[in-house]
């Protein structure tokens, strides 16, 4: 019997490369009726089954290759923006102040509007990476937290990890978070949330995830198959 020869896929053949997309049309993009972003169509519909639905569709948008976000923060969206084509700048910053925690949630909670799993992905990694106990979020930051977990994200029969993480956060903090006013405020309007923190209460902390495993590499494919190193031996010195 012939042996049979084990195909190689080679990961830098499956990537891109990033002057690829920067060759498809522009996509108008108005976030809150404020900011026209104009952004490259493939870079959108790969990262995006919200605008590949839209823009490859029979719908309007599709026709005049423009979108409008009414309710998304335009400030928000910059980070998504920056994303897309800064290859992970978003996941090279940790998290340096309680107030990125919420940033975070934010972008996460718009991630899934968006229908963009890898870009939830990123930032649900940098959101726990630092998280514990003594992570210092302060009871205004906390409420704001709760209150994106309950309005925002979708509750699912399997939790949600990010809500999983910040109702986990939160029951750590119960008692300190009773003699807050604001606290007893969003229990009132929110009524889940009383159950989510019950739940929480007493349990230990969410399992932290991986890394992404495109964190690990490149995302985007080298535009050159010939490396730097070889030009700068090849350069002339200075005498």
């Keep these: ?123 649900l990694w940098r959101f726990t990476q630092r998280l514990g106990t003594n992570a210092g979020i302060s009871d205004e930051s906390v409420c704001e937290l709760l209150r994106i977990a309950c309005e925002e994200i979708t509750e699912r029969v399997r939790e949600d990890p990010m809500r999983a993480h910040i109702f986990w956060y939160a029951a750590s903090q119960i008692t300190k978070l009773q003699k807050s006013t604001m606290f007893r405020y969003l229990l009132c309007d929110t009524p889940d949330l009383g159950r989510h923190m019950c739940l929480w209460v007493g349990r230990n902390q969410p399992e932290k995830l991986d890394m992404p495993n495109e964190l690990k590499y490149q995302k985007f494919a080298p535009e050159s198959e010939y490396p730097l190193q070889r030009y700068s031996e090849a350069a002339p010195k200075d005498e």
């Design 1 to 123: 019997m012939a042996k049979q020869e084990r195909k190689v896929t080679s990961d830098k053949a499956e990537k891109p490369k990033f002057s690829h997309f920067l060759t498809s049309p522009l996509v108008t993009v108005t976030v809150a009726k404020s900011r026209t972003f104009y952004l490259h169509f493939d870079l959108l519909v790969a990262e995006s089954d919200d605008f590949h639905n839209s823009l490859t569709g029979n719908f309007m948008e599709a026709e005049k290759k423009a979108i409008e976000l009414e309710e998304e923060d335009p400030e928000l969206f910059g980070f998504f923006v920056e994303y897309l084509y800064c290859n992970q700048s978003i996941l090279s910053r940790e998290v340096e102040h309680y107030s990125n925690y919420v940033t975070l949630a934010r972008l996460y909670a718009m991630g899934e509007r968006l229908m963009a799993p890898k870009f939830k992905a990123y930032t």
